[in-house]
């Protein structure tokens, strides 16, 4: 026999070892493993256009819930609001153009850890808007957001976003009209206890009953639900139907899953299902939609869906879920932060 055929041979035998090993090695683990054929095109959703439909299991009398597609609707641009951001007017001698106004605008929007922005009043048709080139402006304002999830803006935060907006005043020849201090820290305190009060993040975990599964065979799943692969690893989203928004939920697991050399030889046992109340619209049904991805990937999964202390949750959880959410909405939509709301996404952000 020849050294080459001889190399062959053994190469053989150490492939089919290999192969038989994996095989056994998913068996030993319990995986659940996807059909690795390829889904059709037909079969994937467009996330950036229509909303995925959802049905929960119907109660006596009741017909089960459909959410209603929609067509892409756009996100509007973030703008100073006076009912979140502190606003100091700049007042000018002459307009100028967007060019010389540009040149000056500092190289960051934060102070601290809040965002600032800076617009001009057209001088042309006399609206607000961020400045654009081309355009000449009559005056400008400044505003720092009051507060957001890392809390309200303090003393240093709001010292140098004066700082910042003087460094933008003096080139332009704008004269600066600053809020207090005190006033501002104040204001930015209350905004802070309202939003701490009100701020939710709902989660359920679905618990593997029986076999645990590979990271395909949940993406697989998850697909087939209306969920697409996110940009973290171990994060799937479902899109939200306005473009440019925050995804309507979230299905993630252990990254360390994802990223594993081999994903359809992972055991993952535990799913973590959430949307972000205040994040998200409130037309764009997203309970509903929490509670039917819920029942839904728990039933075709073989999956327990549990609370934070592993407790098993009940159709009767959801309906007391669901009135609190009802007064958690009105509470937002009463002092004008309406959950999903330009406002309400840049406070609870």
């Known amino acids: ?30 995986v659940k493993r996807a059909e690795l054929q390829p889904s059709s ?4 959703h467009e996330p950036d256009r229509v909303e995925p439909a959802f049905e929960l ?5 009741d017909k089960p819930f459909v959410a209603e597609p929609r067509a892409l609707r756009r996100r509007a641009n973030a703008r100073l609001d006076a009912l979140i951001d502190a606003i100091t007017p700049l007042t000018l001698e002459a307009p100028v153009s967007a060019e010389l106004a540009l040149s000056h605008l500092p190289p960051t929007r934060r102070a601290g850890s809040k965002t600032f922005m800076i617009e001009g009043l057209n001088a042309e048709n006399g609206e607000w808007e961020p400045i654009t080139l081309g355009q000449r402006y009559g005056e400008f304002q400044a505003g720092v957001q009051l507060a957001n999830r890392a809390g309200a803006i303090n003393e240093i935060e709001y010292s140098e976003f004066v700082q910042k907006v003087e460094a933008f005043a003096e080139p332009v020849s704008a004269m600066a009209d600053f809020p207090d201090m005190l006033d501002v ?21 679905l618990k593997a ?31 939200s139907p306005t473009e440019g928004a925050p995804a309507v939920l979230t ?24 949307f ?36 098993a949750l009940d159709e009767s959880a959801f309906t007391q879920i669901d009135a609190e959410l009802g007064r958690l909405y009105e509470a937002l939509q009463e002092r004008d932060l309406a959950a999903g709301s330009p406002a309400a996404r840049r406070v609870f952000s």
């Open 185 to 205: 820290v104040a204001r930015a305190r209350e905004l802070d206890n309202f939003a701490s009060a009100h701020d939710a993040q709902l989660a359920v975990h």
């Open 276 to 311: 972000d109340v205040p994040q998200t619209e409130q037309s764009a049904s997203p309970f509903a939609a929490w509670r039917a991805s819920a029942l839904a990937l728990s039933r075709d999964m073989d999956a327990v869906v549990a609370d934070d202390n592993g407790q």
């Open 209 to 239: 009953q029986g076999a645990a599964w590979s990271v395909g065979y949940i993406q697989q799943l998850a697909l087939r639900h209306g969920f697409v692969p996110g940009v973290v690893p171990g994060r799937l989203v479902l899109p």
């Open 41 to 44: 095109p037909t079969e994937r």
């Open 1 to 30: 026999m020849s050294l080459t055929l001889a190399l062959a041979i053994v190469g053989a035998l150490v492939l089919a070892a290999l192969v038989a090993h994996s095989a056994w090695t998913a068996r030993k683990l319990g």
């Open 251 to 274: 299905l993630s697991f252990d990254s360390q899953a994802a990223l594993a050399d081999d994903p359809n030889l992972t055991a993952v046992r535990d799913l973590t299902l959430a």
């Open 57 to 61: 299991p119907a109660a006596p009398g």
